[in-house]
C-alpha cells in the first residue's frame, strides 16, 4: 500500500515515515501541500496522511485539490489543533479520519488499516472449507470436532478457529499478528500469550500422530506440518 504523507514537521515526518514503513508501507514524505500535490500527481496513492498546518499550501487546500484529482482518495487528517471547526471543515471536504497530535502511533496504525479495509473492493462470495485432514485426524471446523480413529475431540471455539487457520496455511507460516487480529481481536502482549497457551492445547490434541506438529517461527508465527501425509 502507498501512502502519501504531507508533514511540515521534519522530524515527525520521519520518524512516521519510518514507523510506516517498518509495517510494510510504502511512505513518499513532502514537507509542504506545493510538494503534496505534485507527488500526488506523479504517483499512485492508495491513502493520504495531510497535516492541516503546512506552509506554501495547508493541508485542506491539498486534499480540495487531491479530491477533484482523485475523489475516491482516502484521506487521514493531522492537526495540532482540536477544534470543531477544523474537523468539520476536514470531513467536508471528504475526510475519512481525523487525528490529533500527540497520537499513538498504534492508534494511527489501527485507523489506517481501517480506512484502507473499507476501500478494498468486495470479492464474489466464495465457499468456506471447513474439512480437513492432518495426517491421521479428521478437522470439522464448522462443528468444532477433531476424531481420530474413531475417537471425538471437541474444540473450543478459539481452538477451532486457531486450528482452521493453521490448516489454512499448511507447511506455511500463520502469522501471529493475524491470528491475533482476526480470533482476539487485538494484537497485545496479553493476547499473544494466551495465543501460545493455545497453540500448546492443541499440540496436546495432536501429539498421537508423530507425523503432525506445530513449530513456532520465530518473531513470525506459527506452521503447522504434516510429514509424508496429506492434508485435503
Not at 513532502?30 to 492541516?52: E, N, P, Q, S
Amino acid at each position: 500500500m502507498n501512502i502519501l504523507l504531507a508533514e511540515d514537521d521534519p522530524n515527525f515526518g520521519i520518524v512516521l515515515r519510518d514507523y510506516l514503513e517498518l509495517h510494510d508501507y510504502t511512505v513518499t514524505l513532502c514537507k509542504d501541500g506545493c510538494l503534496g500535490i505534485t507527488a500526488f500527481r506523479k504517483g499512485k496513492y492508495d491513502l493520504c496522511i495531510l497535516d492541516v498546518m503546512m506552509p506554501e499550501k495547508d493541508g485542506f487546500t491539498l486534499a480540495r485539490e487531491i479530491k477533484k484529482l482523485d475523489p475516491a482518495t482516502p484521506l487521514i487528517f493531522l492537526t495540532a489543533k482540536a477544534m470543531k471547526e477544523d474537523m468539520l471543515e476536514g470531513f467536508k471536504i471528504g475526510a475519512d479520519d481525523y487525528i490529533t497530535k500527540p497520537f499513538d502511533s498504534e492508534v494511527l496504525l489501527y485507523k489506517i488499516k481501517a480506512v484502507l479495509n473499507r476501500k478494498l473492493p468486495t470479492k464474489p462470495e466464495q465457499k468456506e472449507q471447513t474439512e480437513f485432514t492432518i495426517g491421521q485426524y479428521h478437522f470439522q471446523s464448522s462443528l468444532r470436532i477433531l476424531s481420530r480413529n474413531g475417537t471425538e475431540e471437541k474444540l473450543s471455539p478459539k481452538e477451532a478457529e486457531l486450528l482452521k487457520m493453521l490448516c489454512l496455511h499448511l507447511n506455511d507460516v500463520l502469522p501471529r499478528d493475524l491470528a491475533l487480529e482476526k480470533i482476539w481481536n487485538e494484537d497485545t502482549y496479553f493476547t499473544a500469550r494466551s495465543m501460545d497457551v493455545y497453540i500448546a492445547k492443541l499440540r496436546k490434541y495432536l501429539k498421537h500422530d508423530p507425523a503432525v506438529e506445530i513449530i513456532n517461527i520465530h518473531g513470525r508465527g506459527y506452521r503447522l506440518c504434516v510429514h509424508n501425509g496429506v492434508m485435503l
